[in-house]
Nanobody
């Protein structure tokens, strides 16, 4: 069982930057691909970003491409770097983990992830 804990959320202004962190409990962390999703009020949880095991591949939702970055380290942490934030980026952000055996297939689908964190709130004021 992998436990994930997000941190770094908060209140920012339009155009600001913010970095979210996700700490994993699993000592074989690098065997897992990691994703970030978000859920805005009244909307479904949507894909934001993905990074493969060992950081070999990354994918982003069109809505954040060019503004967000994703990275991971060898200390069981995954990061979502958010720049030029917009009010429509406001949401609860979740990190998620999935086993490495599936490659990158279905990286955008929340059903393809096995473990989830509790989420961290990001609020963007205009």
């Amino acid at each position: 069982q992998v436990q994930l804990v997000e941190s770094g959320g908060g209140l920012v202004h339009t155009g600001d930057s913010l970095t979210l962190s996700c700490a994993a409990s699993e000592r074989t962390f690098l065997n897992y691909a990691m994703g970030w999703f978000r859920r805005a009020p009244g909307k479904d949880r949507e894909f934001v970003a993905y990074i493969g095991p060992n950081g070999g591949s990354t994918y982003f939702a069109d809505s954040v491409k060019g503004r967000f970055g994703i990275s991971r380290d060898y200390a069981k942490n995954t990061y979502l770097e958010m720049h030029s934030l917009k009010p429509e980026d406001a949401a609860v952000y979740y990190c998620a983990a999935r086993g490495a055996g599936r490659g990158d297939s279905g990286y955008w689908s929340r059903e393809e992830y096995d473990f989830w964190g509790q989420g961290t709130q990001v609020t963007v004021s205009s």
